[in-house]
């Protein structure tokens, strides 16, 4: 099912002063969803906001996300605040580029590697690193301990995304690299809910930003060196992304190229899938009557051996418990773009140069699409369900042809740690723990982490 935008040409709304002021001041708080949902509350799906002198159109309904995403997508490019503000991380790969001919060449050159065949390759890693996680979990925790999944899901998701790029051997550097990345992310979050003073000021945050940018350079050149030195034939992504040529030219992709792509892989793919892994544990742990639905599920499938390629579509309700996951807690809950030429969104008028920002926490919950959006209910994705929403009532992934092109690998990652979680353990959100709340950085934290009790089954 599709949506069709609202006729009638109108001026978008704007914000009072008052408002204005109260949005800052939550945004500083990083109590901004609250305050968006009041803004969509009282003024309806489109609405002008402004984050430190910057005006922005916020939108909220599926038709408005669907044409900017996929069928006016032609209008609308990354050069927008939230992309300005990473660019000194992502430097140009795929994630922030602008768009246009320079995207389409290098998401052509780079979508290959993420096919079905790649995918299923890259099972194997995640399988034996949470087999090695959860061997360690054997040994070091009892029924009684509490413990920070948090912690130890965002060092699996870096082992994971490392060995499937680089190969088994440089996962050990893992620790390191992830509390650059938490602190990075902390930075660059902050710096988008009050980018004041410029990032090119020295200050100590951003010269602490530069330091770790430096010091991931400089481990990403390391990797490609080697591999440059040894000549050595390899499995892995780095090894398709190097021998990939571009249709038109048939040259390999440069060398700054390359690093860049590389960095942004792993910025693509490690805490997206790190968040998502602590946000399945922390819901898992607190609906008991779907960890069941679960056991159920996995040990009549997988009989107590560890998840292939080809059980995936086998495991329907783990998968629908991502989904629903992916709804409430979307690790990628916003993002921007800017209309190229003047516009109409949603029978809305917009002006060329526009940012236009979409919000996929409030969109995930739109009261129209969702009956009760704050209540956990995997039932939402059965395939009935999902048939009679519109499309893009559910973005986790984004839309069009700039959608994630790690969504495959995300979320088979998902169902496979998910599975093999549930396979071995129960898993308790001690009720005496207060809620976790929503961290809302350039990713969807879980504030302080998720503390669980696993007690083998
Ligand atoms: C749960 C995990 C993930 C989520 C929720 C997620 C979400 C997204 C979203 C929403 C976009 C589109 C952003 C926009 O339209 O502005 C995107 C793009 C992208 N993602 Fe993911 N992602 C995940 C995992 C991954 C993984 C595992 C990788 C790679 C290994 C990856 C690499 C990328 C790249 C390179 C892009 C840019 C694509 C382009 O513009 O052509 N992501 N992701």
């Known amino acids: 099912m599709t949506v069709s ?28 969803v609250d305050f968006l949902s009041e803004v969509i509350a009282k003024h309806g799906d489109i609405a002008w906001i402004r984050m430190l002198g910057m005006r922005m159109a916020l939108v909220n309904h599926p038709a408005h996300f669907e044409h900017v995403l996929v069928r006016n997508h032609e209008n609308y490019d990354k050069d927008a605040f939230l992309f300005r503000t990473v660019d000194p991380i ?14 389409r060449r290098q998401r052509r050159l780079m979508q290959p590697s993420f096919h079905r065949p790649q995918i299923a390759g890259f099972v194997r890693n995640m399988t034996e690193e949470s087999a090695v996680m959860l061997d360690r979990w054997d040994g070091q ?51 988008f809910r009050f980018p004041v003073p410029p990032l090119s000021w020295p200050t100590r945050k951003h010269n602490r930003l530069r330091q770790i ?24 992504l780095l090894a398709a992304l190097m021998a990939a040529t571009y249709d038109e030219t ?46 159920e599920e996995v ?48 029978g809305f008028t917009i002006p060329a140069g526009s940012d236009i920002y979409l919000n996929v926490y409030t969109l995930h919950r739109h009261p129209e699409f969702w009956a009760d959006p704050e209540a956990f209910d995997p039932e939402r994705f059965r395939p009935e369900a999902v ?15 700039r959608n994630c092109i790690g969504k495959h690998f995300a979320r088979t990652e998902l169902t496979v740690i998910l ?30 982490g998720v503390h669980v009790r696993v007690t083998r089954r």
């Open 5 to 32: 935008a609202v006729a009638g040409a109108r001026q978008v709304p704007s914000l009072g002063f008052g408002e204005q002021v109260r949005g800052v001041l939550a945004l500083r708080a990083g109590r901004q």
């Open 90 to 103: 992502l430097r140009g790969g795929l994630i922030g580029v602008v768009g246009g001919e320079p995207w």
């Open 141 to 191: 925790y009892g029924p009684r301990d509490i413990v920070n999944v948090s912690t130890e899901l965002g060092q699996l998701s870096m082992r994971i995304v490392f060995r499937s790029l680089f190969g088994a051997r440089v996962g050990d550097r893992g620790d390191i690299i992830e509390g650059m990345f938490l602190e990075a992310n902390t930075i660059a979050g902050d710096y």
């Open 213 to 236: 940018i430096r010091q991931m350079d400089g481990y990403v050149d390391e990797v490609i060196a080697e591999r440059d030195a040894t000549g050595e034939e390899h499995h892995d």
């Open 250 to 295: 048939d040259e390999h992709m440069s060398r700054t190229q390359l690093h860049r792509e590389v960095l942004n892989l792993i910025i693509g793919g490690y805490e997206t899938t790190s968040n998502s892994v602590s946000w399945l544990s922390y819901l898992v742990g607190k609906h008991p009557d779907v960890q069941e639905r679960l056991h």
């Open 299 to 346: 040990d009549r499938v997988l009989g107590g051996r560890a998840p292939e390629f080809d059980d995936l579509a086998e495991l329907g309700y783990t998968r629908m418990v991502v989904d629903e996951m992916l709804r409430l807690y979307s690790p990628s809950w916003q993002t921007m773009r800017r209309a190229i030429g003047d516009d109409e969104i949603g």
């Open 387 to 401: 048939a009679a929403r519109p499309k893009s009532a559910y973005l986790p992934f984004g839309a069009g042809p």
């Open 419 to 448: 599975a093999m979680m549930v396979q071995r353990y129960r898993i308790e959100v001690p009720p005496e723990l207060p809620d976790v709340e929503i961290s809302p950085l350039i990713t969807l934290q879980p504030k302080g």
